[in-house]
């Protein structure tokens, strides 16, 4: 018994399966994260190879078997040339299909993320400079965390909910995930030195809001992120 499916969908990540055959891990708008099986695309023969690139927007059928699913068409919506023309767009969507299989799971549908990763993609095809292109990255990585239900703690002190001044250095902890005044920090280098005009920048992202960021403050929330995906895909 084999059901057929149709449904559009982002390559996150791909890997190779015997000899000739191959796996791919899709975010699609019906389904959420799913693995497909693709049948001989590696052979030059395949027709199923065309738009078989991670980030690339596309039209994907397929049968459901017992076991797994079976790529059975797949033809390119948006290959995102202008991505592709640049070397640190490609870069940055990579990162963030990479971000976007890292945190989530399988075979859960959410509109919300489909649209996130979607809107980012066309967005950064539109951008007009490496500078954009990071910004429309932070804004893309700060919502994604909140929408799967990552929220950090951002508006007190985790430890003693102490409110945090403007002129007061604290720390981003991403094991706890919030920030920690320096009315309660203690020696541990997990934590990573921020201040509240950053948090303040980075509550604006969450939120979907555009802001123009200097290069510095870009770097370390991206930083911030980084230690955070890195938690959370540990646990
Ligand atoms: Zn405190």
Request: hydrophobic content about 35%; overall charge neutral.
């Amino acid at each position: 018994m084999f059901s057929r499916f149709k449904t559009e969908g982002i390559l996150l990540n791909s890997f190779d399966s015997g000899e000739s055959d191959r796996f791919f891990i899709v975010y699609t708008a019906d389904f959420g994260k799913i693995r497909v099986f693709a049948k001989s695309i590696r052979k030059s023969s395949s027709k199923l190879r065309f738009g078989a690139n991670n980030f690339f927007l596309n039209s994907i059928e397929f049968i459901e078997g017992k076991k797994k699913r079976t790529l059975t068409d797949i033809q390119t919506i948006n290959n995102y040339k202008r991505i592709r023309q640049s070397l640190y767009s490609s870069a940055l969507a990579l990162k963030a299909c990479e971000d976007l299989d890292i945190l989530t799971k399988e075979e859960e549908k959410d509109d919300g993320l489909w649209s996130l990763i979607k809107d980012f993609l066309s967005k950064l095809d539109e951008s007009k400079n490496d500078k954009e292109a990071f910004s429309l990255y932070l804004k893309f990585i700060w919502p994604l965390f909140s929408l799967l239900g990552y929220e950090p703690d951002l508006n007190s002190c985790l430890s003693c909910n102490g409110e945090i001044s403007l002129a007061e250095k604290i720390y981003f902890s991403a094991g706890e995930g919030g920030v920690v005044g320096s009315c309660c920090v203690d020696s541990d280098n997990q934590k990573r030195a921020t201040d509240k005009r950053e948090i303040d920048l980075i509550k604006k992202m969450i939120k979907g809001g555009l802001e123009e960021i200097d290069s510095g403050t870009k770097e370390n929330i991206k930083s911030i992120s980084e230690d955070y995906i890195k938690h959370l895909s540990s646990r």
